[in-house]
Structure formats: C-alpha cells, structure tokens
C-alpha cells in the first residue's frame, strides 16, 4: 500500500531549516580543528559551515571513500537503461591494473600441489595459462567491457603459509593468485586483471576438487590502478594516511548530552536510511558513520538482513560449531567486545526491541526497515525499485526527514508532488533535499536534527 505524502505546512520546520539555513561556526585553522575536535560541549560539534571560505585542494579521506573522479553509474544512462559507455574521446594513456584472489584449502591439498602430486598435472602452471587465456576474453564475459589490445598479462601465484610472513590471521593455506595487465588505451583494464585473477583461482579449484570440495575462493579484489583521468588509486592508501594521523582525543564525559544513550538508561534515539535495492544505502550510510564518529558521537547501527539467515563465526570456529550442533543461543565474550546469535524461531526480532538494547551509544544508524515507522532519510539513485517496479517516491511518509538523491531525482519527485496537489487539491509537501554525493551536508542536516531533539526533551 502506497504511504501518504500529504503534510501540515508546519510538521518540521526546525528540521527544514538545517540545509536551508545552516548553523554559523566559528572558523578555526587546520591545525586547531585537528587539535580541539570533537568538541567537548554535548558530544555534538556544530554543523559545518564552508559558505565563504577557502577550501583545501584535497579532499577528506573520511568525505570520499571511494576513488572515482565522478559519483555516478556510467554504464547507467538517464533512463536507467545499460549502455556500453563511448570511449571515443578519451586520451590514450599508458595503464596498468594489479589484481588478486586467494583460494584455501585443507593443508594436504595444498602439500599435494605443492609436491606436483595432482593427478591431473601442474596446477599452478595450468592455473597461470588459464589466467592469462581468460583476461583476452573478459569482454565477450563482461557485457559493457570494451575489447582491449592487452600489452601484459602476468599471473603470479604463491603459497600461502599457516605461520609467518604472508600468512593469514586465521591461519588457513592455500594459494594467493597476483594478476598484473597492462594496456595502453582510452580505457582502463581493471576487469581483465581481476578476470585473470578469478579464473586462475578457478583451475586451481578444478585441478583439485577431486580431494577438496571444500576449498573456498575469497578476497579477489582490484590492488592498484593506474592510467587514465583518475590517475593512480592504491588499496590501502587511505587507511595508511588516517594510520599516520593524530590520534582523536576520547570524550571524557560518558553520559550523552542527546535524548537517551550512555548514563541515561534510555535507548538512543534512531535515525533510519531507506530505499530500495542498489540505491547506495550502505555507501551513504558509511559516510555517515565516519562523520559522526569523528564528531566524538558514539554510534551504533542495525542492518535488516534480507536473506533468510547468516552464520555465526567463520565456518569450523568453535561458536559456528556450537550453533551447528544445536545452540539456540550462541555467545562470545572477550576482553573489549561481545557478540551474540540467537535463534528466534519462526518470528523475526522487530527492530524496536532491538533497539531498546542500543543504550551504550549516542545514535543509531539503521539501514532498512521501510515500514517500521522510524525517523528516515530516503536515499535513491534512479527513484525506481528495477527489480520490482516501485517508486521511491512512495517510500516518503509522515516520517521522513530529509531525501538523498540527486537533482534528476528531486525535479521528478517534486514534479510528482505537484500533479498530486493538483489533482486532489491538497498541499503534498516534501522534506528538504540533500544532494546524495554531499555527504558533510547531511552529517549537518542530522546533527541539527538531534540537538533540536535534546532541545525538545
């Protein structure tokens, strides 16, 4: 059933006000913002106000987790249709992709490999040919690759160790498969290097599953790019720069200066990013998170599970082999953390209940749950559900605080919203938009949304 739309011109208009009048700061160098936030006044910094002032030329890692020049889908026209993006007019440039993928197994599997004790042959050699072969013909696998010149394809495949340097934290062996590829072109060959990468961890696979069914392909992942507009982008180069950063000071105060939370006894309050499939939910609720926390906001978050369960632990670990023996309720415990898994039967846990529990934190982020009835943010990319036909713009309600989108999505909705006041003669209002790309806006929009909420208790 579609969600009313209709408003009272007065529902919240302190809420209104965040993005249309944002709340003035006092400025401050880089060097005292790195040294004095987060404020210590009720754990809630004042929203961010870059009207009018000089910039840095670099973007914040926290602001931009992701590497590309742009935020959009280019595979994605505006009619949400898929397209084979026009490369015409790019600059050819010399670039280069590093691509890797692991694959474990039971110690003796990997012995056998090793000591070329496989029936079927040489699995690494097998698995390097197989690798190079397949990264040639990505793009009749891929739809919307464009054919490539490739000027180098390498595979590389070591051994990974149970102890020592390249091993894992868990302990498992295997083999960890590089793919580096190289082009010069008008477009980039990351595709190809994680093909490559894939297919090797494939052969391997083949090569051996007649004594190791169990063995699992995991961590195949883009290392290194470079070439083309965006330039260079590295794994790990973000997290190197936050590592060598000052620390953030640690709020003294424990008890919450928000409505509910640490040294209240009450829930924190909760603030719900909704949408449909692939409309960059988790990729907004990231951001998110980053900003609060670097705000000295403690935050908590719930995630709706759309599948119909998840497993404990990884698979063999001792909780995992608790819960599959039986438990109904499976704990661990150490020194900083704990965790739980619970069995609810047939009947899911509503997200209330839960959130009753989330005293030990300032907010709660909850990502999903349309229809329970939370304070929201709607985010959509397209304003269509392609998966099921539904419009966003249905998911604005009562409830809703602010829409994530972008400015196709807003003239549509607002369009919509017009029609609708015409046809039946009643105002439909709509919340404030908030570009869905500027991530420190919205960070503003809820902070000046919970310090009204404090004022209102």
């Not at 507009?229 to 720069?241: D, F, L, P, Q, T």
């Not at 590592?243 to 009450?266: F, H, K, N, R």
């Not at 965790?339 to 009753?356: F, K, N, P």
């Not at 392609?386 to 989108?405: K, M, P, V, W």
Request: hydrophobic share 40%; proline share 5%.
């Amino acid at each position: 059933m579609a969600r009313r739309t209709t408003r009272k011109p007065a529902a919240k208009p302190a809420v209104e006000q965040a993005v249309e009048q944002p709340v003035e700061v006092v400025a401050k160098t880089v060097e005292e913002s790195a040294a004095n936030e987060p404020t210590a006044e009720a754990n809630v910094p004042a929203a961010e106000d870059t009207a009018g002032k000089e910039t840095l030329a670099f973007p914040d890692p926290a602001d931009t987790p992701r590497d590309a020049y742009r935020d959009t889908l280019t595979h994605v026209d505006e009619q949400g249709d898929v397209r084979m993006v026009d490369v015409s007019d790019k600059n050819v440039t010399k670039r280069l992709a590093i691509a890797e993928g692991s694959i474990l197994m039971h110690p003796e599997t990997q012995a056998m490999v090793l000591e070329d004790r496989a029936k079927k042959g040489d699995v690494l050699a097998c698995a390097r040919v197989a690798g190079i072969m397949a990264s040639k013909r990505t793009s009749e696998l891929i739809p919307m690759c464009h054919p490539l010149m490739i000027t180098k394809s390498k595979v590389d495949i070591e051994a990974i160790p149970a102890t020592g340097t390249g091993a894992r934290n868990d302990g498992r062996v295997g083999f960890r498969v590089t793919a580096t590829l190289g082009v010069t072109g008008v477009t980039g060959i990351e595709m190809e290097a994680l093909t490559a990468a894939s297919v090797a961890c494939l052969t391997i696979y083949d090569m051996c599953k007649a004594v190791d069914r169990g063995m699992e392909i995991v961590d195949v992942r883009l290392l290194r790019k470079e070439g083309g507009r965006s330039g260079v982008w590295e794994r790990g180069a973000e997290e190197a720069a936050d590592a060598t950063a000052e620390p953030e000071p640690v709020p003294a105060e424990p008890a919450s200066a928000l409505p509910g939370g640490p040294g209240s006894g009450a829930p924190a309050p909760a603030i719900a990013f909704i949408g449909y499939q692939n409309s960059g939910k988790t990729t907004l609720v990231e951001k998110v998170i980053t900003r609060l926390t670097k705000r000295g906001l403690r935050v908590g978050t719930i995630k709706h599970h759309g599948h119909k369960g998840f497993d404990i632990d990884q698979l063999g670990k001792d909780s995992w082999r608790h819960a599959q023996a039986g438990s109904r309720h499976v704990g661990l415990i150490a020194p900083n953390k704990f965790a739980e898994y619970a069995d609810t039967g047939a009947q899911e846990v509503s997200v209330t209940d839960l959130l009753a529990r989330y005293t030990d934190v300032d907010v709660v982020i909850v990502e999903g749950y349309k229809t329970a009835g939370l304070p929201n943010i709607v985010v959509t990319r397209s304003g269509v559900d392609r998966l099921r036909g539904d419009t966003s713009f249905d998911l604005i309600d009562d409830n809703t605080l602010a829409i994530a989108c972008n400015d196709v999505v807003e003239r549509d909705f607002r369009a919509r919203a017009t029609k609708l006041a015409e046809a039946d003669g009643t105002a439909h209002l709509l919340p404030p938009f908030i570009n869905i790309n500027d991530a420190p806006s919205l960070v503003n929009f809820i902070a000046k949304y919970l310090k009204d909420l404090k004022g209102a208790k």
